[in-house]
């Protein structure tokens, strides 16, 4: 499902950037916890 929203974006970003280790996982909360969790680096 793709972000459609400002915040989902931002969300999905974040969760982006924790797959790809720019980002802790840590600092994530959440939806973009969740996403980091069930998304793939494709999505």
Request: glycine share 6%.
């Given at each position: 499902m793709p972000?459609?929203?400002k915040k989902q974006q931002m969300a999905a970003g974040a969760?982006?950037?924790?797959k790809r280790g720019e980002r802790k996982k840590s600092s994530l909360k959440g939806a973009s916890k969740k996403m980091a969790e069930s998304m793939s680096e494709k999505q």
């Amino acid at each position: 499902m793709p972000a459609r929203s400002k915040k989902q974006q931002m969300a999905a970003g974040a969760a982006l950037a924790a797959k790809r280790g720019e980002r802790k996982k840590s600092s994530l909360k959440g939806a973009s916890k969740k996403m980091a969790e069930s998304m793939s680096e494709k999505q």
